[in-house]
């Protein structure tokens, strides 16, 4: 099947459209911040309607920046207010934003033919070990660039 690819910008109002209708709209990652979970060109994700008050710790969500820029970060934490800080699974930095700036919630992501639910038990886990880390994860960044750099001499 041929795929056709357009930038974010170019696709922007018809996916808000799209998904706010209640469709769905399946795209390719671009960018680094959610590695080692969504890998850049590599992966697609299915999105859909996501709903405020349904938005839930450990959900990747497609929002808008005050910027205007679209993102998939993951919610780290939902405040009292209902406001989400946010955070790219390769960060150690977070974000504020308003519930509204919420467009699509991810709900599967395909790599390489295979599809997993964001609801599965093996991907939660996974998640959820990974938010654990969030303390160490500058380190553990720092030892992983290490080693490829090691294993790139040798080759």
Not at 41 to 50: A, F
Not at 65 to 81: A, C, F, P, W, Y
Not at 140 to 155: C, E, P, T
């Amino acid at each position: 099947m041929n795929k056709l690819e357009f930038s974010t910008s170019e696709i922007s109002a018809s996916l808000e459209e799209i998904v706010s209708a209640g469709g769905q709209m399946t795209i390719c990652v671009s960018g680094s911040s959610m590695s080692p979970f969504l890998i850049h060109g590599k992966d697609s994700v299915k999105l859909i309607k996501c709903r405020p008050q349904d938005l839930k710790k450990g959900e990747i969500l497609l929002f808008r920046r005050s910027t205007g820029e679209l993102v998939l970060h993951r919610v780290k934490q939902v405040l009292r207010d209902g406001s989400l800080i946010m955070n790219g699974d390769a960060q150690i930095w977070c974000e504020q934003i308003s519930p509204e700036q919420a467009i699509a919630a991810v709900v599967s992501i395909e790599r390489d033919g295979k599809i997993t639910a964001c609801t599965s038990h093996k991907y939660r886990t996974a998640v959820f070990l990974w938010q654990l880390m969030f303390p160490i994860r500058s380190l553990i960044f720092r030892v992983h660039n290490k080693l490829k750099r090691m294993r790139n001499k040798k080759d």
